[in-house]
Nanobody
Framework: QVQLVESGGGLVQAGGSLRLSCAGS????????MGWFRQAPGKERELVAA????????NYADSVKGRFTISRDNAKNTAYLQMNSLKPEDAAVYYC?????????WGQGTQVTVSS
């Protein structure tokens, strides 16, 4: 069974940091583009950051540029999202996804709560 499992969410004070992980299983994701999305209550899911199969290719939402860093370790079949200088508006459920040849996989999400 192909799965993506996120971890690392939690409660953090504004200005703090969290590192999210997205572990893939069931097949290798090294050829996939991978991304982190988030969805806050009452809002649409939005792209936060994406990384190509070549790790040097990354893309960020303007709201997180300079604060968040996406990376991947293909040997571990895992993608990461390092989140620094967190703001209350970053609070959401964070989802990772992987896309390859038109097939998209989603994880179940991990909650990030930022207290002011």
């Amino acid at each position: 069974q192909v799965q993506l499992v996120e971890s690392g969410g939690g409660l953090v004070q504004a200005g703090g940091s969290l590192r999210l992980s997205c572990a893939g299983s069931g097949r290798t994701f090294s050829s996939d583009a991978m991304g982190w999305f988030r969805q806050a209550p009452g809002k649409e899911r939005e792209l936060v950051a994406a990384i190509g199969s070549i790790a040097s290719i990354t893309n960020y939402a303007d709201s997180v540029k300079g604060r968040f860093t996406i990376s991947r370790d293909n040997a571990k079949n895992t993608a990461y999202l390092q989140m620094n200088s967190l703001k209350p508006e970053d609070a959401a459920v964070y989802y990772c996804n992987a896309i390859f040849l038109g097939t998209t996989y989603w994880g179940q999400g991990t909650q990030v709560t930022v207290s002011s």
